[in-house]
């Protein structure tokens, strides 16, 4: 059961995050709850790198596995800007706009080396980086709507990535 956990979870957990970020630029969740989210989210990407890091070691695989790092990181840093206020919203913004460009990075990169399914991984990248674009360019002065589209565009883009990844992960460590 585990092993299928570990493929198709981030299925379920990228869409998740992304609209749990939406929700909380709306309002709807408390900071505590992101806080929580991102606690989580820290234990569960460190404990799959844990896991994973043997069969992450070439191809394609390496770079995700690069990418997990790169995101414990950001996810971190999320919360270090969560608990000390000064931080909030430099953090919050690096944390937010890493977990769009990084993973873009990663599924371009991915859609450059697999033998099928190049469209759906870069699709996923251009979304994903004009998500980072969108929401970056809506940060001054803030323009909520503008930056839920920069959200959603990131959550359609990497999920389009993910669900193509466990549609055939033979292809992911090539």
Known sequence: MFP?????????????AWLLVGLAHLDVVTERTV???HVVAAVLIAAFAVLSWDEMVTGVL??????????????????????????????????????MVVPGVG????????PTGQRMYTAGAVLSGLGAAVYAGAL???AEP???????????????GIVQAVRQPE???G
């Open 4 to 16: 299928r956990l570990r493929a198709q979870g981030p299925t379920v957990l990228i869409p998740l």
């Open 35 to 37: 806080l929580a989210f």
């Open 62 to 99: 390496r770079i995700w596995r690069d990418i997990l790092l790169v995101g414990l990181v950001l996810t971190v840093g999320g919360i270090v800007g969560l608990l000390y206020a000064p931080l909030r919203v430099p953090f919050l913004t690096t944390t937010l706009l890493g977990w």
């Open 107 to 114: 599924l371009y990169y991915t859609g450059t080396r697999v």
């Open 140 to 142: 001054f002065p803030a």
């Open 146 to 160: 503008a930056l839920l589209a920069g959200i959603g565009l990131a959550l359609v883009g990497q999920t389009v």
């Open 171 to 173: 292809e992911s460590s």
